[in-house]
């Protein structure tokens, strides 16, 4: 399959995202635009692929991609190269438990999902760092231990200080958890950092920007934005998720608030980071 304007290779892999104001224009995300990877994209054909769930199981599965879309009940979820192959744990409970709403997806926004968000089978595991929601799905191991893989050994955790680079992270990587479920969240997309901005006559700019649940204690149902360094607060009004949208406990939110700022103030109080997973 030929896709114009994709890299494949393993030295520069796909990561890509869409200005932050973009982001931040409709509740799904249309552009396709957005992608974290680690290695090449592979060019799966769906007709063969067989997703194998093994390990600490009475009987091993295997499943074809029209098993999947035939034989199971269909859900929707509002949502270095040292290896060879990518792979991540979730806890077995988590993955288990019908209102965790993990998912082997095969669709995103009611299309077959694209070769670069995993076509043809992905894990969406919501609440938990994106690097858990592996794409290009073939195995699911049951096991009484986490994945020996890379990324979920010595990547996407939470190092001490005393780790500031590759050599001094090596005896930290394994005292310490894999992240999973992400923390709250918010983020300022407009303005952007050193934008110029006209000022309503009641003294105050529009902002505008998204809010995510942490874990599993979604849906966010406050947003309060401070302009003078966490003095103030001003309840920001959230923008209602479209009609169609029904499960929304997993999904981020947008908000806007008017805020009064004294001209030429140097920053806000919430830097516009965005979240790492
Ligand atoms: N096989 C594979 N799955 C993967 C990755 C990868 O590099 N390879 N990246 C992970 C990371 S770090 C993230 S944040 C999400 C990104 O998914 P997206 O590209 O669909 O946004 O996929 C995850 N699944
Ligand atoms: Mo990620």
Redesign the pocket.
């Known amino acids: 399959m030929a896709t114009v304007g994709y890299e494949y290779s393993a030295e520069e ?1 796909l990561n890509r995202e869409p200005p932050v104001e973009d982001l931040v224009s409709s509740f799904f995300t249309e552009s396709d635009g ?6 090449p994209i592979p060019h799966i054909d769906a007709s063969e692929h067989i997703v194998r769930v093994d390990g600490a199981v009475e009987n091993i599965l295997e499943l074809s991609v029209d098993q999947l879309h035939k034989d199971f009940e269909q859900h929707e979820v509002t949502p270095c190269q040292e290896e060879s192959w ?1 792979g991540g744990s979730i806890e077995l409970e988590r993955a288990m438990r019908e209102d965790a709403d993990v998912v082997l997806a095969l669709e995103m926004n009611g299309n077959s999902l694209s070769p ?3 076509y043809p089978v ?1 894990v969406v595991a919501p609440g938990i760092a ?2 858990r ?4 799905l073939d195995c699911i191991t049951v096991q009484l231990r986490e994945s020996a893989n890379f ?1 979920q050994q010595h990547d996407y955790k939470v190092l001490p200080p005393e780790a500031v680079d590759g050599e001094s992270a090596k005896q930290y990587w394994h005292t310490v958890p894999a992240i999973q479920d992400m923390p709250v969240n918010s983020v300022v997309a407009v303005p952007k950092s050193g934008d110029t901005v006209a000022v309503s006559p009641d003294g105050t700019i529009p902002v505008k920007g998204y809010a995510l649940p942490s874990g599993e204690n979604g849906p966010v149902t406050k947003v309060e934005v401070s302009s003078d360094e966490g003095k103030t607060w001003n309840e920001a009004d959230l923008i209602s998720h479209p009609e169609d949208c029904e499960n929304t406990k997993w999904a981020w939110i947008l908000w806007r608030a008017a805020v009064k700022v004294e001209p030429g103030h140097p920053r806000y109080a919430l830097d516009d980071i965005g979240p790492l ?1």
Do not use: T
Request: proline fraction near 5%; avoid cysteine.
């Open positions: 892999p957005y992608d974290r990877n680690h290695g990518y670069n968000h995993g992905r994106g690097a929601s592996v794409k290009w990324y997973a």
